[in-house]
């Protein structure tokens, strides 16, 4: 269980890492997109995109009749307004679960190391325990040394893993 949920962690770490990495792509290739459309287009290509399509519904009434031009212009805003808003509280649910990510990372990591710290001292313990067996003259059988090095081999690997 203990390398699966290494194994897991891991995995995650590595999926998290992609996702970042390719949030940061996708905001680059907008921005280069962005930026190649203002220069072909002229600044306001995203407004006169969406004012083209409402002139060509009008037709000459638009030049006559400035206030239902100014309404749509109202309408893109608070269009516009109510998408940041929306940019705005997705932002602040990432933040949030990030955070919620951090503290949990933060736990684990927490309890990772008290898991190996009191493994280290029943280590020590244990070693203390052979030693003293070993002085002894006590003879340890075959199955229990096996044991014993089968424990010893996870351990390691489980240190390692850490």
């Known amino acids: 269980l203990v390398h699966l949920v290494l194994s897991q962690d891991h995995t995650i770490r ?10 940061r792509e996708i905001e680059r290739f907008e921005a280069r997109t962005h930026f190649d459309r203002m220069k ?11 004012m083209v399509g409402t002139a060509s519904d009008k037709g000459s009434a638009s030049d006559s009749n400035p206030p239902s031009d100014q309404s749509s212009q109202e309408e893109l805003f608070a269009d516009y307004a ?17 955070e919620a990510m951090e ?28 030693s003293s067996l070993s002085d002894s003259g006590a003879d340890q059988g075959g199955d ?19």
């Open 14 to 23: 590595q999926q998290v890492q992609r996702i970042m990495e390719l949030d």
């Open 40 to 50: 072909m287009h002229g600044v306001n290509y995203v407004q006169e995109t969406y």
């Open 82 to 98: 109510q998408k940041c808003d929306e940019v705005l509280l997705l932002q602040e649910q990432i933040s949030r679960q990030e």
């Open 103 to 130: 503290q949990i990372t933060v736990q684990i990591q927490e309890e990772l190391n008290k898991r190996w710290m009191e493994r280290r001292q029943e280590e020590l313990s244990s070693k203390e325990q052979e």
């Open 144 to 162: 229990e040394s096996q044991l014993l090095f089968e424990q010893e081999q996870v351990k390691t690997e489980l240190s390692a893993s850490l």
